[in-house]
């Protein structure tokens, strides 16, 4: 894991990977959190990292699944859905001056968790949302509903 100065100037100057994860109940429901950090602070948004230098794909989604929903994850349970851009106007430091640039691989998971249980570290609470409720509501942030529309504005490529 990269000193915060350096991470600061990554975010500055480059592109973040990053692996989110769509968790699904078996009502089709997705589990959602309300995110403590900037970027998309306040808003419900899909559990998600990025990835670490020289960290594999497989090693990413079991420390991210671990670290944003307290379970284990393995790559053989996921569906990828697609390759997004999100782009940012601020960025985790909350400072002027610079956005953040995640390119984003979205991928569904069929899991039963109780969302009462789950980490606190980058979400202050949990829920999970009917589609239609979560397509409609005001508080969940542009990049988590576009993971369940046709054609929207930041989707690269549909798996």
């Known amino acids: 894991m990269l000193p915060l100065n350096e991470f600061k100037q990554l975010v500055k100057l480059g592109s973040l990977f990053s692996v989110d994860l769509i968790v699904m109940n078996e009502n089709d429901e997705v589990l959602l959190g309300l995110r403590k950090n900037y ?5 419900w948004f899909v559990p998600g990292s990025r990835t670490f230098k020289n960290e ?8 991210i699944s671990k670290i944003e929903i307290g379970i284990d994850i393995n790559k053989d349970e996921l ?21 953040t640039h995640y ?17 606190v570290d980058q979400h202050e609470k949990y829920k999970f949302f009917n589609i239609q409720k979560l397509l409609n509501s005001n508080d969940v942030h542009k990049f988590t509903k576009n993971y369940f529309i046709d054609s929207p504005d ?3 490529m549909r798996f």
Do not use: M, W
């Open 39 to 43: 970027p998309a602070k306040g808003y």
């Open 56 to 63: 594999t794909l497989d090693e990413a989604i079991k420390r």
């Open 79 to 99: 569906k990828p859905i697609g390759l997004y851009d999100h782009i940012y106007q601020d960025n985790y430091f909350n400072e002027n001056g610079f956005g």
């Open 103 to 119: 390119i984003v691989l979205a991928c569904r998971v069929l899991k039963r968790i109780n969302e009462s249980n789950l980490p």
């Open 154 to 156: 930041n989707l690269f």
